[in-house]
């Protein structure tokens, strides 16, 4: 019997679930759902002060990414290569993509409109759905290299399905190098037709054309990425291990280096009322921007847990998701509370 059609094993139910391990955290709605190790889903209707556990997750894998295209059609991706979905908002789930054999772990999932989802992984893994994740199609991911000069940027190379036939010519083979294999960590969407990822080894990539094809961005540094937040107009920032972050006025084509006054990976970005950014990583770091993201503030949390993920949930509060699971945060004092699944 292949893999994928094996019976999944089911995510434990636990009295604790709300504080056990979770990487990635979306809105549905009103509600929020945080996912993360061996097939853990909670969800919160009161903006994270309490949380319940998913009732049916038919996954034992960690996962690594979430997102919804409304209220209550979400997909979730993970280890194993593996992908849910959900139908009623987060409280049950189904299994529509598993490919343990491939050993890529997808890390992270983007909804858009229309039905239209993109998961992505390591070793430059990407699924693209057109149906809300019912059914995946394995795309070669294939970004078309920086631009040599501002004035005579490279053209745009289209992504093409790895199963379309053909092939083997040179030009495949160039694009095929063009991937590189890196690890694609996160991607993001700005409210529009634009999309980022965030890779390994210093790569960032844009597409203007929601995910139809892909350019890869000059990059400020060469160690990797974990997060992108697209802010205003162009703006947008990067950031990742070692405290770097960099923040770009015209889409990724120049960066400038902000200070953050720590050396702790960076993992996940919100943003705030009146122009405010949140941005959470390992070590307990927030870092909270009032101006646009062009300077940060650093709030270190007291009890120095690693952060994964933020959301806003009220002028001054987040909802944040990591290793000791999820809790609120306040961007005042900095204080943090932990959330109780009830």
């Not at 996962?63 to 009623?88: K, N, P, R, Y």
């Not at 795309?139 to 040599?148: D, G, H, L, S, Y």
């Not at 790569?203 to 060469?222: F, I, K, M, N, V």
Request: aromatic share 6%; hydrophobic share 40%; with cysteine.
């Amino acid at each position: 019997m292949p893999r994928a059609a094996e019976a999944p094993l089911y995510a434990e139910h636990a009295r604790l679930a709300a504080r056990s391990l979770l990487i990635a955290l979306a809105t549905a709605g009103e509600r929020l759902v945080a996912v993360g190790d061996r097939g853990v889903i909670v969800l919160s209707d009161d903006r994270g002060a309490s949380w319940v556990q998913a009732d049916e997750v038919p996954t034992q894998a960690l996962l690594t990414g979430v997102c919804f295209l409304d209220a209550q059609h979400g997909i979730a991706v993970g280890h194993d290569e593996v992908v849910v979905t959900s139908a009623d908002g987060g409280r049950h789930w189904q299994r529509t993509h598993f490919a343990p054999e491939a050993q890529r772990p997808l890390l992270d999932v983007w909804c858009g409109s229309e039905g239209h989802a993109i998961a992505v992984g390591a070793y430059s893994a990407y699924l693209s759905s057109t149906d809300g994740g019912a059914t995946w199609k394995e795309v070669r991911f294939t970004p078309a290299p920086p631009p040599k000069s501002a004035t005579a940027p490279s053209a745009t190379v289209r992504g093409e399905s790895r199963h379309s036939g053909g092939g083997g010519d040179d030009t495949a083979g160039e694009e095929a190098a063009a991937g590189g294999g890196y690890h694609l960590n996160r991607i993001v969407g700005d409210g529009g037709a634009r999309l980022y990822i965030a890779g390994e080894a210093g790569h960032l990539y844009a597409s203007d054309d929601g995910g139809s094809s892909w350019r890869t961005l000059s990059s400020p540094y060469e160690g990797s990425f974990f997060g992108m937040l697209p802010l205003e107009g162009d703006a947008v920032l990067a950031f990742g291990m070692r405290g770097n972050l960099f923040r770009s006025a015209d889409g990724g084509s120049s960066w400038q280096k902000i200070d953050t006054a720590t050396v702790a990976m960076l993992n996940g970005a919100a943003r705030l009322a009146a122009g405010g950014v949140a941005i959470v990583g390992l070590s307990g770091v927030v870092l909270v921007s009032r101006d646009d993201g062009h300077t940060f503030t650093l709030l270190q949390q007291g009890d120095r847990a690693g952060l994964s993920a933020p959301l806003a949930v009220g002028a001054e509060r987040l909802a944040a998701v990591g290793e000791d699971g999820a809790k609120v945060v306040s961007l005042i004092h900095g204080a943090a509370n932990s959330g109780s699944p009830q």
